[in-house]
């Protein structure tokens, strides 16, 4: 039966507008050109958006990054992410409607250009025969995974699927987003319907055609429409309520179709396009490495959407509102009026307004602060806490973080900001820390030391320890760097320290938005640098680790750099360091969002806590999903809300799950500090304590003799001690 | 119209400092700079008026009497959007005490001819209290000391301001222009320099001054000129404080002890 032998391949194949007078099929045409044209013209639209945006720097390599794309968007890799249901629903619906899409266009090409030009159709005999299996699998894909999106917005009704927002009040008019939620109705509607009347068109032209037996005996090479066809026929459908049903049908079918391209443009339709571009432009350091300013600039920042690069608008656009970065969010998750999706949502709905008519309103109609329809609140960008976890997660690319830190960078400007943070950024500038200590009292914690720490500045060393504020003024984070001093000094490892010479290394300055004072800091730090001699940097704090490995470098400074986690794991299996005391503490770990996500330094802490005898549970929320402690971007400097539960205190929560856990183990000082806190407050105190893992590494590194006195038990005495 | 801001660069002390040589000041090497905490009060004052209606022909002329490194506090001032900046200077200030550095500032008021001039309270530093007021004296103009909040209408002849007084109470004056008005911290809330203005502003010119080219003789320049003159500073002795050993009868008796002791004294 689907042998082809029988027939004149050249007969088996479809028929396209059989039965049909010439005038209708000259309004077919007529109809596909104007769904073109409009599809066209939108687009037109669209890329005007995008010009009238700036230019966004510096060439990019297409050509990789094209190869990375296609990679990225065959592989579904960063759809089934954290959501593998849905990555895989969307990964039927996509190969589904590539396929319908691809076949449709090899039938057009066939008919118009091929069968024209070169006298007969390719679209024959085993070809064609595969062709229609194919597409009919396409469909069963299609279907199959739209069933269950609906199923998914209609019944299991994920929260992240909520369009309302933390951001407005109920009662505003652009607070539940319901636009949002009838556009993914109306989306998923058409497509199934197309899809749908794809699989009855097909069995009621079979049903139509019948007799003849090049097209009924070869019909199971379209099993859902054969399947069809024979349930038409079981119900009594005969050849010409068929034909009657297929012209009508065919009408309905193609003009949904054509809608729908038509309307790419304007609806969400158009994310498959701007997903790949914006992938295709994804810059891997986009939040490591914050754009520069240039400092003739007229303009800071982003103040009007025309500040906005056309890659930045791009982006907007590349939104699904999928939630991936709402469910990430810790300002989000701690009740404060930030979600990145509604900023990137608003943005979007900013630029369509403004930037999508022939003229360009006036500049004050195109700020994009204030609390109208459309803008974003300086409270909305004040309470990110820059910990990348919105970037690290979106499946396609967005840059929320240099979206939002350019946004405060205008705030800056204006002084639109707490108090508190606008005093600890005129102290960092007064002092060069943002405890607003002297900067000879920078190295006050190295007095009680009973042996001299080489200064970098005078003295070649091998190991230039840059400390970081937290570490050198913090009083509970000195003990920690007092001890990480005795481990380097024991250990024999020639380092040393830039003293009063080492200023706040900016990460945070710069994340705030006052990049003049980061660049001023940068710059004090590498000239400090540049007079000191020395082979490598180590730190023990993550957010120096991130702005002198990734940003220093655009200032002239380029130096090999680690954070001190790599530095003892290497020290541990080279066998320098020997571990004499196994711990056996039930522990968890916290990744750090500037070691982790920011510079991917996962495996480092986990293989010295394996190393320290260890056992290691994890939080459900780990690696690349670390839950931030509230303390990025500047936030440390800033009060949180009275009364709300904070993100350290919402990890603290996460980390109390864990049966037995004894030490929360943190390796960042605003960590320690953070959590210690968090502990007290969210009621943890006394069921397990927080550590930096220097801590464990020292205790595990004494002489058994000199801790056997003390108990095992590391809540009571020797954590404590 | 034009309102004059008098500023100074203050200081801040280390924990652990030592004092010059000559046991009259601290060791320069222990002092962090900063403008006085009442001048930004003051400049956005001057700056609110300027922005506010009516008030684009303000011109905001921000003065100091100090040497270079005082520049960097003007360009504070010159980034926060001063119109112009000034510093007065010759070595023999070093030794001006408020009424001295008042002296100059009344020179300078002089040859600007402002129409409103705000200082500051006090200086974080030296406490005095006294620069603005004596700048009234020696100008002779009308005045109002610590005022918390001024209701003013450029180009208008008059102003009525709220001063703070003892015990929480406040007195609502009318004041005659041109005035000297020195302004009490929280009258308004100061906005930011970001380190890009700052930078920018080290682009504009600060016009630098001698005491003696404004017409300061030296008779009242400097230490001539003041009515104090430092003679010894020095860190207090800590208190004596005593634990008081012994049963609470004990404590009771010693206790009233010292106290006789003490009364005897007095």
Not at chain 1, 187 to 205: D, K, Y
Not at chain 2, 7 to 23: N, S
Request: proline residues 5%; charged residues 25%.
């Amino acid at each position: 039966m689907f042998a082809t032998e029988r027939f004149d391949p050249q007969h088996v194949t479809r028929i396209l507008f059989e039965g049909f007078s010439s005038p209708a099929i000259a309004l077919f045409y007529l109809v596909g050109f104007a769904a073109i044209g409009v599809f066209c013209w939108g687009t037109w639209v669209q890329i005007r958006k995008y010009r009238r945006g700036q230019p966004q720097g510096a060439a990019l390599a297409l050509v990789p990054r094209f190869i990375d794309m296609c990679r990225t968007v065959l592989t579904h890799r960063t759809l089934v992410r954290r959501d593998p249901a849905a990555g895989r629903a969307h990964r039927l619906i996509f190969f589904g409607f590539a396929l319908l899409f691809l076949g449709t266009s090899t039938i057009a090409l066939d008919y118009d250009v091929i069968a024209r030009v070169m006298g007969r159709s390719i679209w024959t005999g085993n070809f064609y025969l595969w062709f229609s299996l194919v597409l009919d699998l396409a469909g069963v894909a299609l279907i199959g995974g739209l069933l269950y999106m609906m199923a998914r917005r209609g019944w299991i009704k994920p929260p992240k699927l909520d369009y309302t927002r933390p951001d407005r009040q109920p009662g505003d008019p652009d607070y539940d987003r319901s636009f949002y939620r009838r556009e993914d109705w109306a989306f998923l509607w058409t497509l199934i319907v197309i899809g749908a009347t794809g699989f009855v068109l097909e069995a009621s032209r079979l049903v139509w055609l019948q007799a003849r037996p090049e097209v009924w005996e070869l019909r199971w090479w379209s099993p859902i429409g054969a399947g069809v066809a024979e349930a038409m026929r079981g119900a009594g459908l005969d050849a010409d309520g068929a034909g009657a049903l297929r012209s009508g049908l065919w009408w309905f079918h193609g003009a949904l179709a054509l809608t729908l391209i038509a309307l790419i443009p304007f609806t969400k339709v158009k994310h498959i396009v701007t997903a790949p571009a914006s992938l295709m432009l994804r810059n891997p350091l986009a939040a490591q490495r914050l754009p520069r300013q240039s400092p003739d600039s007229e303009r800071v920042g982003y103040s009007t959407i025309t500040d906005f690069t056309w890659k930045h608008l791009l982006n907007l656009d590349a939104c699904t509102k999928c939630g991936r970065c709402h469910e990430a969010c810790p300002a989000r998750a701690s009740g404060a009026p930030l979600s990145p999706r509604d900023v990137i949502l608003s943005l979007r709905e900013f630029a369509n307004e403004a930037l999508q008519k022939n003229a360009l309103p006036d500049e004050a109609k195109l700020s994009v602060h204030g609390k109208d329809v459309g803008q974003v609140f300086m409270e909305t960008l004040w309470s990110c806490r820059t910990c990348m976890a919105c970037v690290e997660i979106c499946p396609v690319a967005i840059e929320h973080v240099p979206i939002i830190v350019q946004m405060r960078r205008k705030l800056v400007e204006d002084g639109a900001m707490e108090p508190q943070l606008q005093k600890t950024l005129q102290t960092i500038h007064k002092t060069g820390n943002s405890f607003g200590e002297s900067k000879r009292k920078r190295a006050g914690w190295t007095k009680p030391l009973p042996f001299q720490i080489k200064d970098a500045r005078k003295d070649p060393v091998d190991v230039l320890w840059f400390v970081g504020d937290y570490a050198a003024f913090d009083p509970r984070n000195q003990k920690v760097s007092q001890a990480f001093a005795t481990l380097l000094h024991d250990k024999g490892v020639d380092f040393g320290l830039l003293f009063e010479g080492e200023s706040n290394a900016g990460n945070d300055v710069r994340r705030v938005g006052e990049e003049g004072l980061y660049e001023l800091l940068a710059e004090n730090n590498i000239a400090m640098l540049g007079a000191s001699t020395f082979k490598r940097i180590v730190t023990t704090d993550p957010h120096s680790f991130n702005t002198i490995r990734n940003e220093y470098p655009e200032f002239g400074g380029k130096y090999e750099i680690e954070h001190y986690t790599s530095f003892v794991q290497r020290m541990l299996e080279e066998g320098t360091l020997k571990v004499r005391r196994p711990l056996g503490y039930r522990v968890t770990l916290h990744d750090p969002c500037h070691l982790g996500r920011y510079n991917k330094g996962y495996d480092a802490p986990r293989r010295i806590l394996q190393a320290l005898g260890c056992e290691l549970v994890e939080m459900a929320r780990n690696r690349d999903n670390s839950f931030c402690c509230g303390a990025g971007g500047g936030r440390i400097w800033m009060p949180d809300p009275v009364g709300a539960e904070k993100p350290s205190q919402i990890r603290m929560r996460e980390a109390g799950d864990i049966e037995g856990l004894e030490v929360f183990v943190v390796c960042c000082p605003k960590d320690l500090t953070m959590f210690e806190d968090a502990l007290k407050t969210s009621g943890f105190e006394g069921r397990f304590v927080v550590r930096e893992l220097i801590e464990l590494i020292t205790e595990a590194l004494a002489e058994p003799a000199s801790v056997a006195g003390m108990a095992r038990e590391p809540a009571e005495d020797a954590l404590l001690a | 119209m034009k309102i004059l801001v008098p500023i100074k660069q203050v200081a801040t002390l280390d924990e652990d400092f030592e004092f010059r040589e000559d046991g009259r000041d601290i060791d320069p090497d222990f002092l962090i700079h900063d403008l006085n905490e009442w001048d930004n009060y003051t400049l956005e004052e001057a700056m609110r008026l300027k922005e506010g209606p009516g008030g684009e022909g303000i011109e905001v002329v921000v003065a100091t009497v100090g040497p270079e490194s005082a520049d960097e506090e003007l360009r504070k001032c010159l980034a926060k959007g001063a119109d112009r900046a000034l510093r007065v200077w010759s070595d023999a200030l070093e030794d001006a005490d408020a009424i001295g550095v008042a002296r100059v500032l009344a020179a300078l008021a002089r040859r600007e001819s402002p129409d409103l001039i705000f200082a500051g309270v006090q200086a974080t530093d030296h406490a005095c209290g006294a620069t603005g007021m004596a700048l009234a004296g020696l100008l002779d103009l009308p005045h109002a000391a610590v005022v918390a909040a001024l209701d003013y209408t450029p180009g208008s002849n008059s102003a009525t301001v709220r001063r703070e007084l003892e015990g929480g109470s406040y007195a609502s004056v009318r004041i005659d222009c041109p005035a000297v008005l020195t302004l009490q911290l929280g009258i308004n809330t100061p906005r930011y320099a970001s380190l890009r203005g700052i930078k920018q502003a080290a682009q504009r010119p600060i016009e630098v001054l001698d005491a003696e080219a404004l017409g300061v003789t030296a008779d009242a320049l400097g230490a001539a000129g003041s009515a104090s003159r430092v003679r010894r500073m020095y860190v207090p002795e800590k208190g004596r404080a005593q634990m008081i050993e012994g049963t609470p009868a004990e404590q009771a008796a010693r206790l009233a002890q010292i106290i006789k002791e003490f009364g005897g004294a007095a």
